[in-house]
């Protein structure tokens, strides 16, 4: 549910006519702060001080990792590395190591947990809770605005974007259905899509299937690549996940997809 959906994808999809799906995450519309992992990125691998030792309490457990000469970290050492990811085998400084070791453990944990380890960090960093404006998720208006283009349909992907197979029966129940309802609440409509947050196989459940189908919705994308077919599961719909690649690139990712099917 990014704002750049609504910014940056909508007059591309007016423009060439093309249908698509937003998938949105309800607690973070309107807010100001950004998604958990976009803030770690943030205040860890954005220009700043941090200190030499990290120390932080995680759901009662004491962390500690070592910056060494990273701690101060200028504009310049930070655009080195702009293109990383998690998804590269190697960390190129501490503050890359920390990051990458943050994330695994935050990832299965409740957002008041995430929440209270950002505002550890928000002290130790002497940066506020505001996001960049580019990061934020969209506004109601915007999901509104999007709605009513026609092109785009609005998808339900629970309410604070948790690792779903983590939670009890009962709370993926209220995660799940409490989106639908803001959302349908919100453009008067019925919102029949779902998207699994993260969307490994191991991210969600069968248990996390059949609440999802029980709540009424028609079918659900999972984040694991593959092609469509009759046979497909329509309550585990594949997906490709698209990285900032160039045109040749993503052609041949196609290309070897379907050739796959």
């Known amino acids: 549910g990014y704002a750049d959906n609504f910014l940056n994808a909508k007059p591309i999809l007016d423009r060439y006519s093309v249908p698509a799906t937003v998938f949105i995450s309800t607690g973070n519309v309107d807010s100001a ?14 220009s700043g001080t941090l200190p030499e030792k990290i120390q932080l309490k995680v759901d009662e457990a004491d962390y500690e990792w070592e910056l060494g000469d990273t701690a101060y970290y200028d504009e310049s050492e930070s655009s080195i590395y702009a293109d990383w990811n998690v998804l590269d085998k190697q960390d190129p400084t501490p503050r890359h190591q920390f990051y990458r070791s943050l994330c695994k453990i935050l990832l299965p944990l409740p957002s008041s947990e995430q ?14 809770s505001e996001g960049r404006l580019s990061f ?14 026609g092109l785009v349909e609005i998808g339900a992907h629970t309410v604070t974007h948790p ?3 983590k939670l009890s029966e009962a709370e993926q129940g209220k995660e ?22 993260y969307g490994t196989r191991t991210d969600y459940t069968s248990d996390t299937v059949s609440i999802v189908h029980q709540a009424g919705f028609d079918c659900a994308c999972s984040n ?13 719909l594949p997906r490709m996940l ?3 690649w160039s045109k040749d690139e993503f052609v041949s990712r196609l290309r070897y997809l379907f050739s796959r099917g």
């Open 115 to 128: 929440s209270s380890v950002l505002n550890q960090l928000y002290s130790l960093s002497k940066k506020t």
């Open 136 to 149: 934020r998720a969209l506004s109601s208006d915007q999901v509104h605005s999007l709605s009513e283009s």
């Open 224 to 236: 694991f690549s593959g092609v469509v077919k009759s046979s497909t599961d329509k309550f585990q």
């Open 33 to 46: 702060r950004e998604f958990w992992w976009d803030d770690l990125e943030r205040l860890i691998l954005n």
């Open 163 to 165: 690792q779903l197979s």
């Open 176 to 197: 799940i259905k409490k989106s639908k309802n803001k959302l349908s609440e919100l453009l008067d409509r019925s919102v029949v899509s779902f998207a699994y947050p």
């Open 242 to 244: 698209v990285r900032n």
